[in-house]
């Protein structure tokens, strides 16, 4: 991701509310939302690289 300057990463829950979002220098994502841990399950993710390039998503899963 440090190739694209313009990159926007969205981490999203079940529901499609944003929990995550990086739209400058890409910053590791630390598993919290609000300060706190997210709860163990499945997220999907989108990332923008920009230069019309196709939108990449797909799904993780949080284990503690």
């Given amino acids: 991701l440090y190739k694209f300057p313009s990159v926007i990463l969205k981490?999203?829950?079940r529901n499609g509310h944003v929990i995550y979002?990086?739209?400058d220098k890409f910053k590791p994502w630390?598993?919290?939302y609000?300060?706190?841990d997210i709860?163990?399950?499945v997220y999907y993710y989108t990332i923008?690289?920009?230069f019309k390039l196709?939108?990449?998503s797909?799904?993780?899963t949080v284990l503690r």
């Fill in 21 to 23: 979002s990086c739209n």
């Fill in 34 to 36: 609000n300060g706190q």
């Fill in 30 to 32: 630390d598993g919290k």
């Fill in 39 to 41: 709860p163990v399950g």
């Fill in 58 to 60: 797909g799904s993780l």
């Fill in 11 to 13: 981490v999203f829950d």
């Fill in 54 to 56: 196709p939108i990449l």
């Fill in 48 to 50: 923008d690289r920009g």
